[in-house]
C-alpha cells in the first residue's frame, strides 16, 4: 500500500490558533511537507515571527526560535552563522517583514544569507485587530484607513518581491497565491525551490504567498478568497521575480 | 610567565573574548568603540569564526540573539546610543534565558550626545535597559587588564546563568593603551554543549527559544524564575575593591574610570590628612550594597563620585539607607573629571569629626 496523504511529519498535532478560512494553515502545511519531502526535519531551524504566525513555534515540529517583530531574517541570520550546515527559515507576515522588518529582509537578502522566508501577505495587520498594512491596497478600508488607504496619505502598497529581485542576493524570489487549489500546488512548488536553493549553498530566497484575512476583511472565507483572487492579483502579480541557475 | 602586550582597550577586549572561546561577533560601527569591531573583522576569521558588520544595531543584537539560541559563545559592542537601539534584542536575550556579552563603550548623552568618555548609561545598563523585569549582570572595569578578565569572566557568568552580561567601560578604558596578559585561552570545542540550543532535533525533541508567554501566571512564574537568578547572582557574583577603607572616615565611592582618578584623590586627601578611602564596585549588578551598608558604621561620610549627574549615587544611598550622608560630586557630557577636583570635594565635605 502506498500512502498518498498524510498528516505531516514536520507539524505538531497541536491544534491552530487561526481563524475560520484563514489561510495560514494552509501555508503552514506546504512548508511542513516541503521539510518533510527534503528529509531535512531534524536539521532545519525555523524563526517565528510577531503577528498571527507568531506561536507558529508551537506548530512545526523542528527546532524553533520567536524572533522579534520584524528581525526573523536577523535572528535566522545569526542562527545560519553558527550552524551553517543546517536549514534555517523564517516565516514572517506582512506587518512584520514589510513594515518594520524592511531592513533586515533587505539586508538579509543582499547579503545572500543562505536562508529561505516565507513571507505571507494578506494585506492588513491581523493579530493586532485589522490595521492597516504596507501592504494594504489602494483604497482598501481597515480599523486605521477608515476611509480607505489614500496612497497621499499612507502610501502604496509596497512591492517586497520586487524590490527583493533587483538585488544581486538573492537565489530566488517569486510571488504565489493559497486563493484555490491550482495556486495552493503551485505555492508548494515555489517553497519547496526556496529550501531547495539553500541547500545547494546558492543564495537567500523568498516566497510571497498571497493569502486571506476573512476576519479582518469582514468577508465569510469564501468570499475572502475570491476577494484575493479579484483584487489582490492586479497589485501583487504571480510570477518568478529572480532565480540563479 | 605569559609575555604582556601593549592593547588599547578596545581590542583587549576583542581578544579575550576570542580567548573565552567567542567565535561570532554582530556590531556596527560607533565611536568610540569602533577599534573592536575592527580587531574581531581581522582576528575572528584567523580563528574560524564570524564577524559581521549588521545593517543596524537593531539587526546586531537580534543576530546575537539568534547565534545565542544557536548555543554559541557570541559577543557584540557599541556605544551609548547603539546600546540604546540594541536593547530590544537584549530584553528578549534576558527574556529567551540565553547567554550573550555585549559591551558598552559609554560615550556622553542624552540623545547623540558626544564622543567623549561617559558614565551616563549607568541607569540603562544596571536597571535592565530595555522593556521587562529583567536584570543584566554588569561588569565595569578600571584597566585595560581587568577589562581582560572581565571580559573571559562574563562569558562563563552569562553561560552560568543563561543571562546577558554587560562590560561597562567608557571611552578611556576602550582607548587607553596598557599592558595586558592573557592568562587563559578557551578551545570552543572544549565548551559544554548547550542542551537548549536550536541545533537541530536530532534525537531528542525540538527546542524553541522563546520569550512568549500569554498566559499572565506562566509569564509570572517565568519572571519569578528569572528573579531567582538575579537573587543567585546577589548572593555569589557581587565584586568590589576596597583602597585604603581600614581606617577610613570618608568613602569615596566610584567605578572604572572615576575610581582610578580617584585612587588620586584619596592619596591626595591622605597627605593632607584627611582619613579617605575608595570603595569600587566591579560588578554594578549585583551592586555591592552589603559592603557599602557596613561601611557606613565606619564612616562618617559618603561621596559618590560619577561621570554623570548622579546614577550610582541612588544605589549608594540606599546601600547607605540614611544611616550617613551621602555627597555626590560628578561632571557629565564627557567631562572627565581631575583628582584636585575630586580632592576638594573631599575637602569641602571634610571626612573627618565636626
Redesign the interface.
Same mark, same amino acid.
Given at each position: 500500500m502506498k500512502i498518498v496523504a498524510a498528516y505531516p511529519e514536520s507539524l505538531t498535532d497541536k491544534e491552530f490558533h487561526y481563524c475560520p478560512g484563514c489561510t495560514h494553515g494552509i501555508i503552514h502545511r506546504l512548508v511542513a511537507e516541503v521539510i518533510d519531502e527534503l528529509g531535512v526535519r531534524k536539521d532545519t531551524i525555523g524563526v517565528a515571527p510577531v503577528g498571527c504566525a507568531v506561536l507558529a513555534y508551537d506548530y512545526f515540529n523542528c527546532d524553533m526560535h520567536e524572533a522579534s517583530h520584524g528581525r526573523a531574517p536577523a535572528v535566522a541570520t545569526g542562527i545560519k552563522r553558527v550552524h551553517q550546515d543546517k536549514v534555517v527559515f523564517t516565516y514572517q507576515g506582512d506587518g512584520d517583514l514589510a513594515s518594520i522588518g524592511t531592513a533586515e529582509i533587505v539586508h538579509a537578502a543582499n547579503r545572500g544569507e543562505l536562508i529561505s522566508t516565507v513571507f505571507v501577505n494578506n494585506a492588513i495587520y491581523g493579530m493586532t485587530g485589522g490595521q492597516m498594512a504596507p501592504t494594504t491596497l489602494d483604497k482598501q478600508k481597515t480599523t486605521t484607513s477608515p476611509y480607505g488607504r489614500d496612497k497621499g496619505l499612507a502610501g502604496n502598497p509596497i512591492k517586497i518581491s520586487e524590490m527583493l529581485a533587483v538585488l544581486d542576493g538573492p537565489a530566488y524570489i517569486a510571488r504565489v497565491s493559497v486563493h484555490d487549489p491550482k495556486h495552493i500546488r503551485q505555492a508548494k512548488k515555489a517553497i519547496q525551490k526556496a529550501f531547495q536553493v539553500q541547500l545547494e549553498g546558492k543564495g537567500f530566497a523568498t516566497v510571497e504567498v498571497l493569502s486571506s484575512c476573512p476576519t479582518n476583511w469582514g468577508m465569510s472565507p469564501v468570499q475572502a478568497l475570491k476577494w484575493l483572487a479579484e483584487n489582490m492579483l492586479d497589485v501583487y502579480p504571480l510570477g518568478v521575480f529572480k532565480e540563479v541557475d | 610567565m605569559v609575555d604582556k602586550v601593549l592593547m588599547k582597550g578596545n581590542e583587549a577586549i576583542a581578544e579575550a573574548a576570542i580567548k573565552a572561546g567567542c567565535r561570532?561577533f554582530?556590531g556596527y560601527p560607533i565611536t568610540p568603540q569602533n577599534a573592536l569591531p575592527e580587531y574581531m573583522s581581522k582576528r575572528l576569521p584567523e580563528v574560524g569564526g +564570524?564577524f &559581521?558588520q549588521?545593517?543596524?544595531e537593531?539587526?546586531?543584537s @537580534?543576530?546575537?540573539?539568534?547565534?545565542?539560541?544557536?548555543?554559541?559563545r +557570541?559577543l557584540t559592542s557599541s556605544s551609548s546610543p547603539g546600546i540604546s537601539l540594541k536593547m530590544?534584542?537584549i530584553s528578549?536575550i534576558a527574556g529567551?534565558e540565553l547567554p550573550a556579552v555585549i559591551v558598552n563603550i559609554m560615550r556622553g548623552g542624552p540623545g547623540l550626545g558626544g564622543i567623549q568618555p561617559s558614565q551616563a548609561d549607568y541607569f540603562q545598563a544596571t536597571k535592565g535597559g530595555g522593556h521587562g523585569d529583567y536584570r543584566l549582570a554588569v561588569l565595569a572595569p578600571s584597566s585595560v587588564q581587568e577589562a581582560v578578565d572581565l571580559t573571559i569572566d562574563a562569558f562563563d557568568i552569562a553561560d552560568r546563568y543563561r543571562n546577558p552580561v554587560m562590560i561597562l567601560g567608557d571611552g578611556m578604558i576602550g582607548q587607553m593603551m596598557e599592558p595586558v596578559e592573557f592568562k587563559q585561552e578557551i578551545d570552543p570545542a572544549d565548551l559544554p554543549l548547550k542542551e537548549w540550543a536550536?541545533?537541530?532535533?536530532?534525537g531528542r525533541k525540538? @527546542?524553541?527559544? @522563546?520569550? &512568549?508567554f500569554l498566559d499572565p501566571q506562566k509569564l509570572e512564574d517565568h519572571v519569578m524564575k528569572l528573579e531567582d537568578k538575579y537573587k543567585q547572582m546577589k548572593a555569589n557574583e557581587v565584586r568590589y575593591e576596597l583602597y585604603k577603607m581600614d581606617d577610613a572616615e570618608l568613602a569615596v565611592v566610584a567605578y572604572g574610570t572615576t575610581a582610578r582618578i580617584s585612587i588620586s584623590a584619596v592619596d591626595m586627601a591622605r597627605k593632607k590628612g584627611i582619613k579617605a578611602g575608595l570603595i569600587r564596585p566591579i560588578s554594578l549588578f549585583p551592586f555591592p550594597e552589603k559592603v557599602i551598608n557596613e561601611t557606613a558604621e565606619q564612616v562618617v561620610n559618603f561621596l559618590t563620585v560619577e561621570m554623570s549627574t548622579g546614577q550610582m549615587v541612588e544605589d549608594v544611598r540606599l546601600a547607605v539607607n540614611g544611616e550617613k550622608p551621602v555627597y555626590f560630586y560628578g561632571r557629565t557630557g564627557g567631562m572627565v573629571p581631575s583628582p584636585e577636583e575630586i580632592l576638594a570635594e573631599i575637602e569641602k565635605i571634610g571626612g573627618v569629626k565636626r
Open positions: - | 561570532y554582530f +564570524v &559581521l549588521a545593517e543596524s537593531v539587526a546586531a @537580534n543576530m546575537v540573539y539568534g547565534a545565542a539560541g544557536a548555543g554559541a +557570541v530590544e534584542g528578549y529567551a536550536t541545533d537541530g532535533a536530532r525540538p @527546542n524553541i527559544i @522563546n520569550s &512568549l
